[in-house]
């Protein structure tokens, strides 16, 4: 397993567990502590970020398929959907979650595609449903692990503190692939210096 997937793996796990300790019981903080926050707006919610999302992938995935920048564009969707966590903090009405849930979708749409294309160009010849299934039993595990924990911590010690914890996972998932780009730009240096060196090369020859 190669540097580029392992990484792009940690991320996503910490990523998906650790919106999997909020999933169980977001629909419950709407409705119990926000003010226009009903069973219907939670449904309203979740329709805004899936609108959004789909509205945003398809035709930036045309945009990255032609340029070499999709580790930035995935560090700033990431960046994007770890801010979300933290102004379910602050939300006291149901506006604030339709933000959140917009803010959401705008980071997948934009994560979500370059994430898909630097794991399918970067994965091991004749692993690769190796290295699918353990990128799906690790986030499952993950996500199962963190949906009873992330409910007891909700209720023991408070929504407050899983959203804080949520944020903070996403935020270090988002700073792992930081080595992605210190490793495309360590490639690039060489790609660099052997360019110059063969210039170097050519123009010693011909003179």
Not at 5 to 17: R, V
Not at 19 to 42: D, H, Q, S, Y
Not at 108 to 116: C, E
Request: net charge positive.
């Amino acid at each position: 397993m190669n540097q580029t997937i392992k990484l792009l793996m940690i991320s996503d796990i910490f990523l998906i567990t650790g919106f999997g300790l909020i999933e169980p019981i977001l629909a419950i903080f709407i409705k119990e502590n926000l003010v226009g926050g009903t069973i219907f707006t939670v449904g309203l919610a979740s329709t805004l970020f899936l609108i959004t999302k789909s509205i945003i992938q398809l035709p930036f995935s045309k945009y990255v398929d032609n340029h070499e920048d999709k580790i930035k564009w995935l560090i700033v969707g990431t960046l994007l959907i770890s801010f979300v966590p933290f102004i379910y903090i602050f939300a006291n009405n149901i506006n604030f979650i339709y933000v959140a849930q917009i803010i959401n979708g705008i980071g997948a749409g934009l994560a979500y595609p370059t994430w898909l294309g630097l794991w399918s160009t970067h994965l091991d010849k004749q692993h690769e449903s190796f290295e699918w299934s353990f990128y799906s039993t690790m986030t499952g595990l993950g996500t199962a692990l963190a949906a009873s924990i992330g409910a007891a911590v909700a209720q023991f010690i408070g929504f407050t503190y899983t959203f804080a914890f949520v944020g903070i996972m996403a935020l270090t998932g988002c700073l792992i692939l930081f080595g992605l780009e210190r490793k495309n730009r360590k490639l690039e240096e060489i790609e660099s210096f052997n360019y110059h060196k063969k210039r170097k090369l050519i123009y010693k020859k011909i003179h």
